[in-house]
Every structure is written in C-alpha cells, then in structure tokens.
C-alpha cells in the first residue's frame, strides 16, 4: 500500500540503481509533501520486501536520506519524516530542467544519469583542468612566436626526478610568465 500511495516506482532495467532509485522516490514525496514531518515511514524490512529489493538496499537509500536530514531513525520508534525539506520547491528547476532536455532532445534518463555522477568536487576539478588546457593552450603560442622569431638554443633539458607528471595551474603559470619575459627580450 505504501509503495502505491507514495509513487514508488523502480525500473530495473534501467541505467539508475535500484538504491538510488528508491531515495529519489523518497526524496521526491518528502519535498512534494506527500510524505509529511513527523510521518513515520514503514518498518526497513517490510518496506523492503514491499517493493521487493533486498533489505540492505533499502537500508542504504535511508542512511542517504538520513544524512540528508529529510528522515530520522528513532531507536524503538522507528523512522519519521523531518521537517527539514518542506523550505525547497525544486518544482520550477525541475520543470526548466524537463523542458531543456525536451527541446535538446536529451532522454531525461540520460539527464538524470548525468547529474547523478557529476559533482562539486567533479566540477572544481574540471575547472581546474580547463584552466591548466587554456594555460597549456596559451604556451604553445608563445613557444611558437618565439620560435618564428629567433632559434631556441640548445639547452640540456632539465632531468625530472619523479618522471612525467601532470603540470599544476601555478607551474604552467610560471612557464607562461617565462614565455611572455622572453618574447618582451626579443
């Protein structure tokens, strides 16, 4: 009864785990107010065998919500709905979000997927290695126009004790710095 009256649904064929699936549908009544503060959710292992997913699947989708904030366990009690996400109406990026992949043309299972494995620790990373490409990008400028104005010398290049390794944002600004003070000597 609980799965039918707060919309769970689970595709096990799809790209989305099961797990996740099921803290999304969770996630989903709790903000949509179907499931409401101080509701209490069913018992772990009948949930679980309600929907039909092994018990520490589900027990994992409520860890996840727990350390949301959206549901607290209770020893003895059980586990009730917090009052914590009733101050978020994702309900208009939702519906932008739902139109966007509509007009792309992008399946919103592939957009889901997508979000599902970005991250913010993802996203600074990937600032940060655009910012290294641009840099990298800018230095072979540089080494080009020097080199259409004078040969470089030969010079003995300088042993790398660790091997080849990834150039940080602040080496790669240093050698441009270089770039740039040699081009201004020429």
């Known amino acids: 009864m609980f799965v039918q009256d707060v919309g769970i649904r689970i595709d096990?064929?799809?790209?989305?785990?099961?797990?996740?699936?099921?803290?999304?549908?969770l996630r989903g009544a709790i903000e949509s107010g179907v499931l409401r503060p101080g509701d209490r959710l069913p018992p772990l292992r009948e949930l679980a065998e309600e929907v039909g997913v092994n018990a520490n699947t589900l027990r994992a989708a409520y860890a996840k919500l727990e350390a949301d904030g959206l549901i607290e366990t209770r020893h003895g009690s059980g586990t009730f709905v917090t009052g914590r996400a009733a101050d978020r109406d994702l309900t208009p990026l939702v519906g932008a979000a739902t139109r966007a992949a509509h007009d792309a043309g992008i399946d919103l299972r592939d957009l889901a997927a997508a979000l599902y494995v970005s991250s913010p620790e993802r996203t600074r990373t990937d600032d940060e290695a655009h910012r290294r490409r641009a840099l990298r990008e800018e230095i072979a400028v540089?080494?080009?126009?020097?080199a259409?104005?004078?040969p470089a010398p030969l010079v003995e290049p300088e042993p790398h004790p660790r091997g080849?390794?990834?150039?940080s944002t602040a080496e790669l600004q240093e050698i441009r710095a270089d770039l740039i003070a040699r081009l201004a000597g020429s």
């Open 142 to 146: 540089l080494e080009r126009i020097l």
């Open 148 to 150: 259409e104005l004078a």
């Open 164 to 167: 080849p390794r990834l150039l």
């Open 12 to 25: 096990r064929e799809g790209d989305v785990p099961v797990g996740v699936q099921l803290a999304w549908a």
